[in-house]
């Protein structure tokens, strides 16, 4: 009992010493909240150190690299000795430094690269760049050659081929920035430095002529017989005179150019006729007597026209031949209502796609092969596989009836009734006509008709 008493008295003085300790911190804690609210500060929360990964923005970079440089520069220069340099800043360290644009930032030791692209963008000229875009190095050196051949930029303009098609104005201003602009004239020195030397004697070559030079080729006569010997001596007896890079072949390629326009010194140009009217291409070939010119007589064409002849009267007498087989006509049915009759056509057979003109007293009906021409082709109208190449015969007696015969295999219907090979049927007006499911209507010029039967009835008593 007594051990059981003194353990009780133990854990209840523990119990008492825990309890009044926490009793003194709650004070201590009351204590500096108080002084605090005094003072007018407010404590400093606990954050959490973890990173949360999340896309940034391009002005964060911006922002998270300047704060990591000025916090490097602190723990370096020993203002906060408490955070270790390694270590990166809170969040609530990041907007601070980001809230303070007063502050001057030392330079980092590794900026961002988008930081140094601007910087190195700004700095460039945007006139030089947009000049050397346009100006290659052979333009400025062919420009420089032909301005000290000629000094004059309107010849160099019209006689100078370069790269792009440059204005005048684009010449001169080109000129005078290589001149006084020491930016453009450095950067065209230092691509003309770098170019060919192949490259260079090339465009040399395409320098222009000089008046000194053209007065010295001018006096080279017209009618001589000029070698490369002659522009070969011209050039070593005017050294000063030439431009370096000339050649007697292109001497001799000048002069004859010179004297294709009449530019030697021997050489005069024919002036116009006196007369207000100059004599044009059309009123001299009227001065020309047509008898005075030869007659040539060309074989091979008079071949050729006989030939021609000789095939056309060919085929004018084979048309002569086939006129009777173009007695009946086919017309190709539309939706206009075109008349049926005209006065030489005796009946019509007409189908669905086309219809047949029977303008002779007998016509033969079937289906058109290369051997075998007819005049009513059915195949026009449809498959006509099944009928004969000769399948019946549509005939006009002088009393005015008309009657089909049927010379092929298979049947013809009139209004039903079937015909058979070897038979024939008087056809009348509206009559159906079907050969090989192919259907058509017969239809009778009755004016035309009645002519003929008066004619036919008077030649009868006689």
């Known amino acids: 009992m007594d051990k059981d008493s003194q353990g009780l008295l133990d854990s209840s003085l523990m119990a008492s010493g825990t309890a009044s300790r926490s009793e003194d911190e709650e004070s201590l804690a009351g204590q500096k909240r108080a002084s605090s609210q005094a003072l007018g500060t407010i404590p400093k929360r606990r954050s959490s150190s973890r990173f949360i990964k999340r896309k940034k923005f391009d002005d964060e970079l911006v922002e998270s690299s300047l704060a990591k440089s000025s916090t490097r520069a602190k723990g370096a220069s020993g203002v906060e000795p408490g955070r270790c340099s390694g270590s990166e800043p809170s969040s609530s360290e990041k907007k601070k430094v980001s809230k303070t644009p007063s502050t001057p930032v030392p330079p980092s030791p590794a900026p961002a690269p988008g930081l140094t692209k601007r910087v190195k963008k700004s700095k460039q000229p945007l006139q030089v760049t947009k000049d050397l875009g346009r100006w290659k190095p052979a333009d400025d050196l062919l420009l420089i050659n032909a301005v000290l051949q000629t000094n004059d930029l309107t010849s160099v303009h019209l006689g100078v081929k370069f790269s792009c098609r440059f204005t005048l104005r684009e010449v001169q201003e080109r000129w005078y920035a290589l001149l006084y602009d020491p930016v453009i004239s450095k950067l065209a020195c230092q691509a003309m430095r770098q170019l060919h030397p192949e490259a260079i004697a090339a465009i040399q070559s395409k320098a222009l002529f000089s008046k000194a030079e053209e007065q010295l080729l001018s006096k080279v006569g017209s009618t001589s017989q000029p070698t490369l010997e002659t522009f070969q001596d011209l050039l070593h007896r005017h050294p000063d005179a030439f431009y370096l890079a000339r050649t007697a072949k292109a001497l001799q390629a000048h002069w004859q150019l010179m004297k294709q326009y009449y530019l030697l010194e021997d050489q005069t140009v024919q002036p116009l006729p006196k007369g207000d009217q100059v004599l044009n291409f059309s009123d001299a070939e009227d001065l020309i007597d047509d008898s005075k010119l030869k007659d040539m007589r060309d074989e091979v064409l008079e071949h050729e026209l006989t030939v021609a002849d000789r095939r056309q009267k060919r085929e004018i007498r084979q048309l002569e031949q086939e006129l009777h087989k173009w007695q009946v006509l086919v017309d190709s049915i539309t939706g206009m ?107 009778i010029n009755q004016d035309l008709i009645a002519l003929i039967r008066a004619e036919a009835a008077k030649i009868t008593p006689q």
């Open 337 to 443: 209502s075109s008349p049926d009759f005209d006065n030489q056509t005796l009946a019509v057979l007409r189908g669905r796609m086309v219809r047949y003109l029977m303008r002779s007293r007998e016509i033969t009906l079937g289906r058109a092969t290369k051997d075998n021409q007819i005049d009513v082709d059915l195949s026009l109208e449809g498959p006509a596989w099944k009928i004969s190449r000769k399948q019946g015969v549509i005939k006009l007696k002088n009393n005015g009836d008309f009657f089909i015969a049927n010379e092929g295999r298979r049947p013809i219907y009139i209004d039903g009734r079937p015909v058979l090979c070897g038979s024939k049927w008087r056809l009348s007006n509206n009559s159906v006509v079907e050969i090989a499911s192919l259907r058509f209507v017969f239809l």
